[in-house]
């Protein structure tokens, strides 16, 4: 059976090497030379290593005691930087996430994010559903509450505009909605608002026949060319900015659902709340710390 190592008596050792001298090495330990030197001596009977030799007053350090020395160094600030890590180290928050939210506006963001003093570790959940209560700490969804037990902030209003491919486009470059109903349209129950705002609520579109169950799906749809879609300019615009869709209006129609931010009220607000507000300018850019 392997014997148990002397952790403190290595400790002790470090530090006499460290000094090169049993009472300095005393000191900084906190206990008398005699303790030290007797330490010693019965390290060097366990190891059966003669460690430090005497030439009158001078403490001579063995070549295996420096060698020693030096890999319980090591160890010892592997242990200091695992307790620090202990200490500071917070559990992951977790934020539960509207899917077309998380995919198009807040994965694009996270590293930035994560570059921050203080950023919060992330469990991202990015399932339709609002998760139950106790489950997250933070949540993004739409929908128009309310949301009992949560605080709430909105966050900025469901917006669709018309998005299509340039291959559907095709050469247009000034649109009529007239011009845009001789193309499909991808089912999405805004499109009456849309085409209400737009002077034509007695449009009588086509639809293609597959609904989408996320506005994410139906962009990518929208950019194989399928048909035209209603997405959000603020969420989609790197599709337009990437040429893979295009939004030849300006009309936009808002709601009725909203992007809100849930946080529980019995809660501090997380450095990561505290983020997502300013970034939609509703807030200061948070602190180093988490709010308590």
């Known amino acids: ?30 206990i008398t030379p005699t303790a030290v030197s007797q330490r010693m001596r ?13 030439h009158g007053p001078r403490l001579i350090v063995s070549e295996r005691a420096a060698a020693l020395a030096a890999g319980i160094e090591q160890g010892l600030a592997l242990m200091r930087r695992a307790v620090d890590d202990c200490r500071c180290a917070r559990p992951p928050l ?3 996430c ?18 921050l003093p203080g950023a919060d570790t992330i469990a991202l959940d990015a399932g339709q559903g609002l998760s ?14 309310p949301w009992p037990g949560y605080r709430a902030t909105r966050l900025l209003a469901e917006q669709g505009t018309p998005m299509l491919s340039p291959k559907l486009a095709g050469r247009q470059r000034r649109w009529t909605v007239d011009e845009l109903l001789r193309l499909p349209l991808i089912p999405d129950p805004r499109w009456a608002a849309w085409l209400a705002a737009a002077g034509r609520p007695d449009a009588r579109p086509d639809f293609v026949a597959t609904r989408f169950p996320s ?14 879609a209603l997405l959000s300019p603020r969420l989609f615009a790197d599709l337009c900015e990437r040429g893979e869709l295009v939004a030849p209006f300006d009309t936009v129609v808002e709601g009725p659902d909203r992007y809100w ?31 308590p």
């Not at 931010?261 to 988490?290: C, R, V, Y």
């Open 42 to 54: 019965a390290l060097e009977a366990q190891l059966g290593v003669r460690l430090f030799t005497r």
């Open 215 to 228: 506005y994410e799906l139906e962009a990518r749809a929208a950019v194989q060319g399928l048909g035209v």
């Open 98 to 115: 509207a899917p077309t939210f998380a995919a198009c506006w807040l994965v694009p963001r996270l590293v930035a994010y994560q570059a």
């Open 261 to 291: 931010l849930l946080t529980p009220i019995d809660a501090g607000e997380p450095h990561f709340a505290q983020w997502l507000k300013a970034e939609f300018g509703l807030g200061a850019a948070p602190s180093t710390l988490p709010t």
């Open 1 to 30: 059976m392997t014997p148990p190592l002397p952790l403190e008596s290595l400790r002790v050792l470090a530090a006499c090497v460290r000094h090169g001298n049993f009472s300095r090495a005393a000191d900084e330990l906190a």
């Open 132 to 145: 139950p209560p106790g489950s997250f700490d933070v949540a993004v969804r739409s929908g128009t509450g």
């Open 94 to 96: 977790r934020v539960t």
